[in-house]
């Protein structure tokens, strides 16, 4: 139906997009700490990552659902 295509492209296609934005910001503290550390941006990581873990999950989900369909 139309209604469970919108769902699934507004759910589901935030998770991918929320994915490549928190991979891109880890890698940018990431690089930054190289140069420098700071225990400010170590917490931010340590959160972004569990938020990564989180999406990684409902990704999982995603592949699941989508293969019980097909």
Known sequence: TIAAMDWNKNIFGNIFRR??????????????????YS???????????????KVLYQEELFWFQKSRTN
């Open 19 to 36: 994915k490549h934005w928190l991979l891109g910001r880890i890698k940018g503290i990431q690089i930054s700490h190289a140069k420098h």
């Open 39 to 53: 225990h400010n941006l170590h917490q931010l990581e340590n959160e972004l990552i569990e938020d990564f873990n």
